[in-house]
């Protein structure tokens, strides 16, 4: 049974869209005019309402900025030629979202809240979807622990949002990757397979300290013997190797599912390509860059979709890439952009309409 949910709404008096051009904007800086706010209390939601984006007042003891019940999602929606609204995969980023919400001793946000909320929401600041090439509206559902208590113990109350950001062409120049082999991203039975903000906070050292030997991104390895490749940065890592792509598998836990890993390997296999989900160390990528049978590697992810690597450096091995001569990232990425566009038939009805 799905529940029902009573959805106040309240909306601005005037939109700030009056002031502002969608065209280019920075990722992540504007926000629409309304968000979507929820609180878990007592055993259920309630208070589920559409408001004007605003403030939130908090108490210093709330339990998410001390202990991190803390996790996200980040979906896209896209405006196509004809002006038809339609969200990504929604349905996967909820399944997910209630994976990294039970991980971490959080209750499930229901169908009604996270998916009928977001279609309202979105539904109202429609007008907030960049109707140019290459933008879209970033969603970013969020939930955290709202007990106003340093006690150490999973909180009673929660807080459920979603907030919007139009954002111009996500250009993700081909990067410069340092293969790490000191911090670790994950470990099996950790938390590597959930979206948490303590996740991001984890990695910021190790890729501060990549950026300032001039890389763009760290390359995760295993927390044993850092040989067996996780993600790069915050995305999904592809090598194509002969004709079949490899990507590692999700057996460990300790890497994201990621939404757009799970469209590629589906658009590869439809492209005609073998694709392997396995284990891959970085032995095997050297000795195939060697043998000259590594043809492409790239990361794949919402907000760039993908990003190409042009240098990938283990201890003193460089490994470097003229990516303008690559086939199977750029094929891959044309499809996914033709179908969000309405260019090419949505066969595994991965568009949801506004
Ligand atoms: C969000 C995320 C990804 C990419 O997931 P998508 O669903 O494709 O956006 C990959 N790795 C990590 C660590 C992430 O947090």
Redesign the pocket.
Known sequence: MVETFNISVSKVASSRLKNLSLENLPFGKHFTDHMLEADYENGEWTNVSIKPYQNLSLAPSLAAIHYGQAIFE?IKAYKNANGEANIFRPYDNFKRFNKSAARLEMPAVPEEIFIEGMRQLIEIDKDWIPAIKDHSLYIRPFMFSSDELIGVKPSDKYKFMIILSPTGPYYAAPMKIYVEERFTRAAPGGVGFA?AAG?YGGAMHATAEARKKGYDQVLWTDAFEHKVIQ?CG???VFFIIGNTVVTPDLSTETI?A????DSAITVFKDLGYNVEERQITIDEVIAAYDNGTLKEVFG???AATISMIRELTYKDKVMSFDTTTWKGSPALKARLDAIRDGQYPDTHNWLFKI
């Open positions: 980040g979206k996740n993600e915050t995305m999904n994201l990621g939404v757009t890993r794949t992810g919402t």
